[in-house]
Structures are given as structure tokens and as C-alpha cells.
């Protein structure tokens, strides 16, 4: 039986028999890893297939199938922080948001553009450390082998993007109490 | 608890709240785009393969057949002899508006990204964003790039964030050439936000850029065999500098930097700012310049108001002992330098020995 795993659950490890069995039972949550790295659904998707083409050019080869997700993840990320110099410079953010219909729903948009534009202030390597540790739940050692740097720079990184997210003006990371 | 701790359980909150959204691809779709693009790269690493032993067996069969030593290089005139050359951007620029319909078809010999134009520049110029594309040409692997735009998803909807963009105008045009000499061209009038029409279907304007850039890149990257700091060649004349892909993945305290070269490419918008172009760091410049940009990383700097990117102005390549390189690149207008892990404005000593490195200012910054 395949184990299915969580969205932002550990890699306790996908069994899937075939490549269409763990794009079924994966790609959805690592989507959602992608969308964080990239900021963009239609780069999300592209990045996520950019890494599970490696993986279908290797299937056969992969012996453990659990290692599958990781071989993907780090395909990913490794892709991602090379995407990081080639920027296309076309697009400048609005100070304004476009209007919206429903408090709820405008809020959870708000809440989701604000912690996307605090994320894009970061170094591509740090947000990637961030979603490695934090969103997807790797250890310090799984996010250091993911990226292949040292688990001391994954520590340090982790801490500076922490701190600058806690600068941030558009992400209050206060404890509820003190919220006014 | 310490602050790092109570903030990683709010980070995990936000990050999880801001990724809700459910992609458009279905997992099924999803599959049988990846086995399309994985079949194209098998494709055209099976062409490669026959290219290659095609040359082989033309190299040994010919002096065989010939019999004699003087026709020794005739199997290396048949496989080399339709070679197609990249022809120059067209002048003026293509109207992106009136491009004519292509598939793209395999078979191309080189592929190169050009300025376009359109009906609204004709009336107002000053509506386009100068932008440097990188129209050096690629050779190697092309198919493998029409491959793959044409395997791109249909693009018939505007991502959510293009509603809080402000797109500015910015035509460009990918030609692919043909051993016969004939070429396609797709273009579009933006770089995000918007679509390039590919056998007959839209296909996402900012995706096919990345394409052609990993591609540039890519056989940049093989190309490249030197170990020394060196700047990449400029764009567009003296316009823009393109930085080469790092081969060193790290923190910069743990690189251990034995030469560097600072580069400078001209501002666009015509001005400037040092007397040379490039300039090697000499031992102590380099200690200097490592140990402020090591020690002084931050935070990305807020934009002021009126702030404009220009695209990369000035480089710093540093190379370690190990020949792998690191680049620490300026591409905004707040001067100060980025890479994968971190931010630096130079302070004003800083400022002086890249100066100095470049053979001195010509105007302020």
C-alpha cells in the first residue's frame, strides 16, 4: 500500500509502484513547495515538472522508491536557486490591491499576497531554506543535503530569514496577545 | 523558547496559509506533460548519440573505402558541412503583432532572442522598457528548447498576481534558424503576465524566457572551462552584463576566494559611472571587498520611491581554489550587490576599491 503523506508532512516516504502512482499521490503537496519557492503558479508548475522529468528519466534506476520525493525536492530546489540570477525585470508590484468581494475571502488573499511579497524579500537560498525546514518539515541535516550546503549555513540562514521576517512590515509574527 | 523558535511556529502558520491555493494542472495531466518533456530530452539525446556515432563511423569508413591517407578528413567535411550561421536580430525589430503562425518544427540550427516591436511603440516610444535580452545565439541542444515550449501548457489564464502588476511593454522575439535558411519567429509584447502564440496555441510569455535562458546558460556552462575570475562577455555591445552561472553553492564565509574581477556594464540609459570595464582585484582589494560583503550581508534594502532596476551593472566574480565561482551581482538601483544567500551595500570604502578597480569614477553614483 502506498503511503500517502500529509501537505507539509516529513518524507516518511511515497511507495509508489509507478511514475503516474506517485505524481497522484505527490505532486500536489510539492506543488505547493514550488508555489512557495517561486511566488507564481504557472512557475510553481513549471518547476515542479522541470524536477519530476529528472525523476521519470530515472524511474527505473531508483531503486528505493522512497527516496523518490526526496530526489525530486532537491531536484527542485537545486533548479529554483539556479533560477535565481535569471529574473525577467518586467513586472513592478502595485502599491494597490484590486477590490474584492467578501471580508473573509479578501482577508485570506491579504494574509497569502502579504507573506508571498515578505518571502520575495529574501535571498532565494534562505526562502529556500525556510520552505525546506518550515513548510515541508525536513531536518536541519535533510534541508542541508536537499541544497547541498552545510547544516551550520542551513542554521544560520534559517535564523537570518527568521529575523528578517520578523523585521518585516508586512508580516506580524507577534504572539495573539499582544495583538491589539 | 527563544525568538527563533517561537518564530519558526509562526512561520510554519504563514507558510501554510499562503500555500492553500490548488494548482490548474490535473496530477494525470501533470504526468503525461512530464513523460512529453522527458521523451524530448530522450529524443534528442538518442539524436546526439546517432549524430555523434555518425561522425565516428564517416571518420573510419571514408579512409577505409579511399584507401589512402590523403582523404583522411573527408568524413569530417560530410558531418560538418550543413552548418547553418546564426544570422544578426532583424533591424528594425519584428512587430510582434504580425508574426506569422509557426510550430516551431525540430530540425533548427540556432535560436536567438531579439528586440521586437509593436503598433503602441509606433505611437508613443517611450511606453517600451528597455530591456537587455542576451541575443547571443544558441547552437547546441535547440531542439531540445522548441521541444519544450512546445510542450508548455496552454496558457488561457492570467496568474492571480498579474491583477496587482503594472505591466510595462516589453516586445521581444525569439528567431529560430533552419539549416535552409529559413526562420521562425514567436514574440510577444511582454515578458510575464501574458502569452506567445506557438502552434496555434498561447503559451506563458515568462516561462519560454526562462526556457531560452536555461538553455543560454546551459551551453554557456558547458563551454565554459577556464578557472579564472573573468567577466562574462557584455550584451548588447557595452549595454548589460549577464552573470555566468555560480558553480559554488554556499554561504559566502565559506568560500574561500583566491581571485576576483569586478565588472561594470553601462547603464542602459547611457550614463557612465567608471572609466573601464573591468578590473582585477588585487590581493589586498579582494581581502577587503570579501571580508565587508562576508561580514555585512542583510536584509534586502526597501526601494525607494522612482527606484528603477536596470538589469546588472556591476559584478564581482570571485573564484576559489577549486576554480568555482561565485558572483555577487549589482542589478538595482539601490547599489547594493546580491547572491544566493544574501545582500550587501557596499560601504564607501568598498565603494572606493571598486573604484579604483575600474580605473576610477567618470561621475557619481
Known amino acids: 500500500m502506498d503511503t500517502v503523506m500529509t501537505a507539509s508532512g516529513p518524507m516518511t516516504g511515497s511507495t509508489a509502484a509507478t511514475f503516474e502512482e506517485f505524481v497522484a499521490a505527490r505532486s500536489t503537496a510539492l506543488w505547493r513547495s514550488a508555489f512557495l519557492l517561486t511566488g507564481d503558479a504557472q512557475k510553481a508548475e513549471d518547476l515542479l515538472q522541470t524536477a519530476l522529468v529528472k525523476a521519470w528519466r530515472r524511474w527505473d534506476s531508483i531503486q528505493r522508491r522512497e527516496a523518490v520525493e526526496s530526489y525530486v525536492r532537491k531536484a527542485m530546489v537545486s533548479t529554483y536557486t539556479d533560477w535565481w540570477r535569471r529574473r525577467w525585470n518586467g513586472e513592478s508590484p502595485t502599491e494597490v490591491l484590486p477590490d474584492r468581494a467578501g471580508h473573509d475571502e479578501a482577508s485570506r488573499v491579504d494574509v497569502r499576497h502579504d507573506v508571498l511579497a515578505a518571502l520575495a524579500t529574501l535571498p532565494r537560498g534562505q526562502r529556500a531554506v525556510l520552505v525546506l525546514r518550515y513548510f515541508d518539515d525536513l531536518t536541519e541535516a535533510q534541508t542541508a543535503d536537499a541544497l547541498g550546503i552545510s547544516v551550520g549555513t542551513v542554521k544560520s540562514q534559517a535564523s537570518r530569514a527568521l529575523s528578517a521576517l520578523r523585521s518585516s512590515p508586512l508580516i506580524d509574527t507577534r504572539p495573539s496577545g499582544d495583538q491589539p | ?365
Not at chain 2, 544558441?138 to 503594472?166: F, N, S
Request: hydrophobic share 35%; net charge negative.
Open chain 2, 1 to 365: 523558547m527563544n525568538h527563533d523558535e517561537n518564530d519558526a511556529t509562526d512561520v510554519r502558520d504563514l507558510l501554510g496559509s499562503a500555500a492553500t491555493g490548488v494548482p490548474t494542472v490535473t496530477p494525470a495531466d501533470r504526468s503525461r506533460a512530464v513523460a512529453a518533456r522527458g521523451r524530448a530530452v530522450r529524443r534528442r539525446n538518442v539524436m546526439a548519440l546517432v549524430a555523434a556515432a555518425v561522425v565516428a563511423a564517416v571518420g573510419v569508413g571514408v579512409p577505409v573505402l579511399a584507401g589512402g591517407d590523403d582523404d583522411a578528413g573527408r568524413g569530417v567535411d560530410v558531418a560538418t558541412a550543413p552548418v547553418a550561421e546564426p544570422e544578426p536580430c532583424p533591424e528594425p525589430p519584428a512587430d510582434v503583432e504580425a508574426l506569422e503562425p509557426t510550430d516551431l518544427p525540430t530540425g533548427a540550427a540556432w535560436a536567438r532572442m531579439c528586440d521586437g516591436t509593436w503598433s503602441g511603440a509606433q505611437s508613443d516610444p517611450s511606453r517600451v522598457r528597455i530591456t537587455a535580452f542576451d541575443s547571443t545565439p544558441i547552437t547546441t541542444d535547440v531542439d531540445a528548447l522548441l521541444d519544450a515550449i512546445r510542450a508548455l501548457p496552454t496558457y488561457d489564464q492570467l496568474e492571480p498576481e498579474c491583477a496587482t502588476m503594472l505591466m510595462a511593454p516589453t516586445p521581444w522575439t525569439l528567431v529560430v534558424g533552419y539549416p535552409d535558411g529559413t526562420t521562425a519567429t514567436i514574440g510577444s509584447t511582454v515578458t510575464a503576465c501574458g502569452a506567445a502564440q506557438v502552434a496555434g496555441s498561447p503559451r506563458s510569455s515568462a516561462t519560454i524566457l526562462e526556457l531560452v535562458d536555461d538553455a543560454a546558460n546551459d551551453a554557456e556552462a558547458e563551454a565554459a572551462t577556464d578557472e579564472v575570475a573573468t567577466c562574462p562577455e557584455p550584451v548588447n555591445g557595452l549595454r548589460t552584463l549577464e552573470p555566468q552561472p555560480d558553480t559554488y553553492e554556499g554561504d559566502l564565509v565559506d568560500f574561500r576566494q583566491t581571485a576576483a574581477v569586478v565588472c561594470y556594464g553601462i547603464d542602459p540609459l547611457g550614463s557612465r559611472e567608471y572609466e573601464s570595464t573591468q578590473g582585477a582585484l588585487r590581493d589586498e582589494q579582494r581581502f577587503s571587498i570579501f571580508t565587508e560583503a562576508a561580514s555585512g550581508s542583510t536584509p534586502e534594502p526597501r526601494r525607494p520611491g522612482g527606484c528603477i532596476d536596470s538589469g546588472p551593472t556591476r559584478l564581482i566574480v570571485l573564484v576559489d581554489d577549486e576554480g568555482r565561482r561565485l558572483t555577487l551581482t549589482d542589478s538595482s538601483c539601490t547599489g547594493e550587490f546580491t547572491w544566493a544567500y544574501g545582500y550587501w551595500k557596499p560601504g564607501p570604502q568598498a565603494e572606493q576599491v571598486i573604484a579604483d578597480a575600474l580605473g576610477g569614477r567618470v561621475t557619481q553614483r
